[in-house]
């Protein structure tokens, strides 16, 4: 079954470095996501990404975020100057499409990588 | 804004026992819901969804019925394995076209044999 691969699965940094978490979306989808989870916290938005650019962002994903689609299969998430905040699980997702058929549009996760800031 | 809430967990129950995780949810309009479910070292999984209201999503024995009335969904099973012990999440997508999902804090069920 295809699945949504995120690399590293532990991520350790020293607060002011630059970060990129790495994802590869199930090849035939079209709408990339990010969202993280705090420990303790509830998972919670930060981007989707579609056709090149961003299509919705919350207002965490201020500008030390970024996201980019490098080649055909990657996609990434770069935290410019991490903060001792910063540090959480990140899940990337992807879907097929965002709306109409339902089978569509699910959305479809990886397996996290886990960000520590010290 | 749109919110989920969920019970807190941990839910510690023995096998074959009856399972209820409470979900209720705040939204405009005609929200879909889902749940979630984080095995061990593994990532989200889709286990059920509905997009309207009445609605039962069913999967693997789990069942979560779509109540605009209560403003809930909760998940349930009738008889629980231990092979069930995970982290379920309670999740909407709005219906005013966002693609984001907005979470609940999830919910870490524990199953003895």
């Known amino acids: 079954e295809p699945e949504v691969t995120q690399t590293p699965s532990h991520q350790v940094t020293q607060m002011g470095q630059e970060v990129i978490l790495r994802c590869v979306p199930i090849?035939?989808?079209?709408?990339f996501y990010w969202y993280r989870q705090i420990l303790g916290q509830k998972v919670e938005f930060l981007v989707s990404f579609y056709n090149n650019e961003i299509s919705e962002k919350s207002e965490i994903f201020d500008d030390q975020f970024s996201v980019e689609r490098p080649d055909g299969s990657n996609f990434t998430l770069k935290i410019r100057s991490t903060k001792l905040e910063d540090s959480a699980m990140y899940f990337c997702?992807?879907?097929?499409?965002?709306?109409?058929?339902?089978?569509?549009?699910?959305?479809?996760f990886g397996a996290g990588t886990r960000l520590s800031v010290l | 804004g749109d919110s989920v809430t969920q019970m807190e967990g941990p839910v510690t129950l023995s096998e074959e026992a009856f399972l209820t995780i409470n979900c209720t949810y705040t939204?405009?309009?005609?929200?879909?819901l889902f749940w979630y479910v984080q095995y061990p070292g593994e990532g989200l999984q889709l286990l059920l969804k509905?997009?309207?209201?009445?609605d039962k999503g069913s999967n693997k024995g789990f069942e979560a019925t779509y109540r605009k009335e209560t403003t809930s969904f909760h998940l349930e099973k009738g008889s629980v394995q231990v092979s069930d012990s995970a982290v379920y999440f309670c999740?909407?997508?709005?219906?005013?076209?966002?693609?984001?999902?907005?979470f609940g804090s999830g919910t870490r069920l524990q199953v003895q044999p």
């Open positions: 997702a992807s879907s097929e499409t965002s709306g109409g058929a339902e089978a569509k549009n699910i959305q479809y």
């Open positions: 939204a405009t309009g005609y929200p879909s």
């Open positions: 090849s035939n989808h079209l709408y």
């Open positions: 509905a997009t309207k209201a009445d």
């Open positions: 999740a909407l997508k709005g219906y005013t076209g966002r693609r984001a999902l907005t």
